[in-house]
């Protein structure tokens, strides 16, 4: 008599446990452009083995786990191919998450992860304890990790720039200033949506430069300053609105406020600030900035924010929350207007 099926409670939990796998395999086969590889049809795992001076035996194994998953197809001859899936690891298709995945198997991201007992029980991020040195700090003194790591924001603001960028009127808005825009992506599509409107870029000096590159580059130049400096110092007047995306969930609650409370003092009374942010909802449904939540515990000791976390936030930097703004893609704009 045949065995009885694990029940499928048994085999998701499984699925969940081993999801580390899955995702080094990933981050693998990103940093060694298996898929550009492939965008012209199948090829054997030796050839990929010998251009990436990787053993074989070992190479395929990895391809052979990744296409169990729906990541590569394998034929005969043990030749792999793309699947619809393996495509968004190609670094020439819209919506690429190559840097993404390259990012996630980085050591710097995946050693803290192993120290998530000791972050919740003192509530200390754990990259500091893993590396000696804040997050920030690190990429500052490490070019590669940095280079890393921006290629990888640009690639996250490819998946939600142009839903931001739908999902709320910017056409009222005569100047527009990212506040901690990286290379500009968000903006740029923010202004061709919007050909009336003028920006202005704000970013640390090492970061500037390529910021300067993409406006170049899309023909944007004469309608974007591009001005070096610290938020938590000050934030440049000039401006009608800020929007500030993916930045403020970097950071806990007294240093948010500060950053917001530059801002608000940047675009003065009535003037906007407006946050591209994940609002977490209440109940147990799933939700992508739950899980998020937790890589900003872990990495950077900042937290993605419910309504009323972000009610009472910008309370405290003389904003009053005026709407939230729903997107086609997992963020909110979250609108602030500051008090006279």
């Excluded at 899955?22 to 012209?40: E, N, P, R, Y």
């Excluded at 996630?104 to 995946?110: H, I, K, V």
């Excluded at 390529?210 to 000050?234: I, M, N, Q, T």
């Amino acid at each position: 008599m045949p065995e009885s099926q694990p029940p499928a409670a048994l085999l998701e939990l499984q699925n969940l446990i081993t999801g580390k796998w899955v995702a080094q395999a990933v981050s693998l086969a990103a940093k060694l452009g298996i898929a550009d590889s492939l965008k012209d049809g199948p090829r054997d795992c030796d050839e990929l083995a010998r251009m990436n001076q990787m053993d074989a035996d070992a190479l395929y194994r990895v391809l052979r786990a990744l296409a169990s998953v729906g990541v590569f197809v394998e034929g005969g001859d043990r030749k792999f191919a793309l699947t619809p899936t393996a495509a968004f690891l190609r670094s020439d298709v819209p919506g690429s998450l190559r840097a993404v995945a390259t990012m996630a198997g980085e050591d710097w991201t995946w050693r803290p992860w192993g120290d998530l007992y000791g972050c919740v029980k003192t509530g200390e991020r754990a990259f500091d304890r893993a590396f000696g040195v804040p997050p920030f700090e690190y990429l500052a003194a490490n070019p590669i990790a940095a280079t890393v790591f921006d290629q990888a924001m640009t690639g996250w603001s490819m998946q939600n720039a142009h839903a931001v960028a739908a999902g709320y009127d910017f056409s009222k808005i005569g100047t527009l200033m990212d506040v901690g825009g990286g290379h500009g992506y968000l903006l740029a599509t923010i202004l061709k949506a919007n050909p009336a409107a003028r920006g202005v870029l704000y970013e640390t000096p090492e970061v500037c430069e390529g910021a300067r590159e993409r406006f170049e580059s899309e023909g944007l130049a004469d309608r974007v300053r591009v001005v070096p400096g610290d938020f938590f110092a000050s934030v440049p007047e000039g401006a009608d609105a800020c929007i500030l995306k993916s930045v403020i969930h970097d950071w806990d609650d007294d240093p948010a406020a500060a950053i917001l409370r530059n801002c608000a003092k940047a675009v003065g009374a009535g003037g906007r600030v407006l946050l591209a942010e994940m609002v977490i909802p209440p109940g147990n449904a799933p939700h992508p900035g739950k899980l998020l939540d937790l890589e900003m515990l872990v990495m950077v000791g900042g937290r993605e924010r419910s309504e009323a976390q972000f009610r009472e936030l910008f309370a405290r930097a003389g904003l009053r929350l005026a709407g939230i703004h729903p997107t086609a893609c997992p963020m909110c704009v979250v609108e602030g207007v500051v008090e006279a």
